[in-house]
């Protein structure tokens, strides 16, 4: 039997419930966003910090961050057109990785292969294919919002190599990643080759290692180094380990991110983490 704690969901909402507590996020949604948001904050429940819904809980002489944040949160995704359904959906999830019941997931942590603050303890691994599309994209889009926010020296971003079969160059442009790591440019270098994502070729991936601050004799020897290859192995054998099927996967101080948020809920979350 399939349970699932902390966060409890009304079904369904009778009409004409009146207006709800509401954040400033929430104040300035209108029609049928609104209405959305009120079906979810009005009958679901925070995992933490308060025994209410979200509603009663933000009606609170002083109410908990967390209350607040899960209403921005829904109210964020109704104005983005997700139906109350795919929004309990999101918190239910969310729920699962801020106060889970399994132990984290055993994942390597090296300092080159971080972005942010190696002794951090908000740790976000994402498991990711040098040529995968849906990467080049999230993945850039990530770093740079999180590059304007206070969260930099917080957090880790933990770089895990999951080199895709299906994607033609994959092997090779994991190599180089490593290969860059192991010079002190890992994220300059993938953020790089993500921004020339179609320009991939053997040759390229020297060009964008100088490019972003690496000697090109001393990379070019690191893409010789059986050990560079055997660094990618284990990443991706952890990965499996890890339940990874696709990329990018995400996991939050080792607890596995199922749904496909977007960045800002990542960022949230991230935020979530760093205040606990």
């Known amino acids: 039997m399939k349970v699932i704690p902390y966060l409890l969901f009304v079904a369904t909402l009778l009409p ?9 996020t ?35 002489a002083a109410p908990c961050k967390l209350a607040t944040r899960l209403a921005d949160e829904a109210c964020r995704l109704a104005d983005k057109g997700k139906s109350a359904d795919e929004i309990r959906h999101l918190l239910d999830q969310r729920a699962l990785v801020m106060s889970p019941l399994t132990p984290p997931a055993k994942i390597a942590l090296a300092p080159e292969h971080v972005w942010g603050n190696p002794g951090a303890k908000v740790v976000l691994t994402v498991y990711l294919c040098g040529r995968c599309p849906y990467c ?11 590059e304007k926010s206070p969260l930099k020296d917080k957090i880790a971003v933990n ?6 079969k299906s994607h033609e160059n994959s092997s090779l442009a ?14 300059p270098y993938l953020i790089e080759s993500y921004e020339h994502f179609d320009e991939f070729s053997p040759e390229k991936i020297t ?20 050990a ?10 952890e990965g499996l380990t890890n339940g990874v099927e ?6 939050l101080n080792g607890q596995k991110i199922q749904s496909a948020f977007d960045v800002e809920s990542l960022i949230s979350m991230l935020e979530e983490a760093a205040e606990k």
């Open 136 to 146: 080049s994209r999230h993945v850039p889009q990530l770093i740079h919002a999180l």
């Open 159 to 164: 770089l895990r190599l999951f080199p895709i």
């Open 246 to 251: 696709s990329t990018p996967t995400f996991f």
């Open 26 to 60: 929430c104040d300035a949604l209108q029609g049928d966003a609104k209405t959305t948001a009120q079906k979810v904050i009005s009958t679901a429940y925070p995992y933490d910090c308060c025994d209410d819904t979200i509603e009663k809980c933000l009606k609170a």
């Open 174 to 187: 994991a190599f180089a990643v490593e290969a860059a790591a192991k010079l002190g440019h890992a994220w």
């Open 228 to 237: 560079i290859r055997a660094a990618v192995v284990d990443a991706k054998k």
């Open 16 to 24: 004409g419930i009146q207006a709800f507590a509401q954040t400033p």
């Open 207 to 226: 060009e964008w290692a100088a490019k972003t601050g690496a000697d090109p004799k001393q990379f070019d020897e690191l893409m010789k180094d059986a």
